[in-house]
């Protein structure tokens, strides 16, 4: 938990915590009727005198029906709309034995706003700062406890005059005892927000913790979301693509960038490199590591533009995910502001990095006329024109691509040297180290952030020796390696710009950066891993043939509403019932579809039964 590898207990620590869990359940039971047992234990004795188990099954019973009466006398008084001090003594007891009482801290809290109306200001005061007190006790008794810690926040953000040095010096104690204390962390952001601390004065307080100890997850993470603040990339200048930027309100944490300017991060990267070689099997600073390596954020922008004739419909690729109901998109056609309706590819997005419309009919159908469309992106100031020209059915704008501007960032001379120079680093570390996992995935990660066309046999090594050395998650190694056999492909087919995707005999497992290939119209995936074409394949609007022979596909939930679709080849899957086949219904061109040596072709009437489904196919192979 926590980065942190689980030692199993011995059966000796285990009888001794059972043993410590019964003494402190003996003493809770204990404060909590002392008084009563005084007086039944006596009356018990005389009617009972020489039955010992019938005196400890009724004495039992007595103890739990005391226990129900307190918690009904104090909910009485609750309901009664009692708020005096002898209500709060009277939730003090029981929390001080068992500070995870929701109810009664919810009581206590009534209790206190109440107490502010009637009391003067120095007294509320007084009354708060022995709440603090008394929330310590019980911290100190559970340091954990959720109602605890959230008591103690709504109780700092009432008090009239808080103390927050004071509350910085218990999460010290706190942190200092237990460092994986999320509760304890969480209070911290609080107060470190509320009061005004320094950035630079926590981020001190994280080398502290972390140079007594490089396991500390949770101070690794703290210092992630710091990093950004204190040390931001500086803002680029804007793309020739971008409309002059316009006055906006001052940025909020929220919509602040999270990237770290070069000079400290080449900083945080000679600071996570000992941690990692002072114990290469701790998890943390490996995680560290890894968050430096995706600092990359692409641009929000316009990536494409894509306009069908036949179809007339329009189709918009964004950097990242959009809503398209609600995103501020306005569609110009010959100088003139178009009302149309934008929608994601499939009905199972919300969000979706392409959008599509539909022009009204004959807007642009005449093949003898030319058009120019401009998409502005209001929101973002951004827009990207593209021109129809006259016997063209389709046209495109969009930027050519490098690997940078899509799965990595821009090296500069000195960041490619530090990366080279902490490449050879893990190198050596492996040498120690073959069999450790966390090495070996960052040695892919290096690799794929300096050049991941240069490394891309050397990647596919170290994915199969990771599968090997680590097999619980060989499932996850072959997800990602999926992933970045198709960023390659995607950048192979942008320096030889086609429009042709092919991976075939790869093991891929997964499909991903599918919004890349809007304007492919052929792919071929045969002879892979695949189980399914997922919703998200219904970006590729461009598409006119599917090879997808020889993977383990049940479902075609993806290819949905695809305009341009002609061929489907599915030879040697795993479509069981007819209903699979469903979505190739809402393909309109769909001419030719080969099942052969799928469960369901075995189905009776299944030709008749395709044929009343999907009547545009011709060329059916069972």
Known sequence: MHGRIKIKSTAQQEEEKRKEREKKLK?????????????????????VSNHQVLFSFLCGLCVSYLHSMFLLDTHCQRKEGILDEEALQVTQQLLSSN????????????????LETVKEKDEVQKIYEAELAFLESCLKLNPKSYGSWHHRCWVSARLPRPDWSRELSLCDRCLSLDDRNFHCWDYRRMVVKVSGVPVAQELG???????????????????????????????ESP??????????????PQTQSHRVCEEQLLKEYELVQNAFFTDPNDQSAWFYYRWLLGRAEREEMISCVYVSRDEERVAVAFSRPVNAQSVSLLLVLDGQPQKV??????????????CICDLPPGTISDITNEHNLTVHWTEKYTHRDCALYTGRTESWCRDSATDQELFR?????????VLQSELQSCNQLLELEPLNKWCL????????ALDPLGYEKETLAHFQTLKEVDPMRSAYYSDLCSKFIIENTVLKMEYAEVRVFSITDKNLTTLCHLDQLLLVTHINLSSNQLQQLPPQFAMLQCLEVLEVDNNRIENLEGVYHLPKLEEVLLKNNKISALADLQPLASCPKLRRLDLRGNPVTQAANIE????????????LLL
């Open 341 to 354: 309706e934008w929608k994601s590819v499939h009905p199972r997005f919300k969000h979706s990095p392409v």
């Open 409 to 417: 960032s821009e090296l500069s001379v000195e960041k490619t040297s």
């Open 239 to 252: 793309s020739p693509s971008h409309e002059p930027p316009q006055p906006s309100p001052s940025h909020s």
């Open 205 to 235: 307080f994280t080398d502290r913790l972390i140079g007594s100890n490089f396991s500390n997850y949770s101070s690794w993470h703290y210092r992630s979301t710091l990093l950004p603040l204190l040390h931001p990339e500086s803002p």
């Open 27 to 47: 003493i809770y039971v204990s404060a909590r009727d002392t008084c009563f047992s005084k007086v039944t234990r006596v009356l018990l004795i005389q009617v």
């Open 99 to 114: 500070p995870d009482f929701a109810t009664l801290w919810n009581y206590r809290r009534e209790i206190l706003m109440h």
């Open 441 to 448: 995935l960052t040695i892919v990660l290096l690799m794929r």
């Open 608 to 619: 008749s039964e395709l044929t009343a489904l999907l009547p545009s196919v011709t060329d």
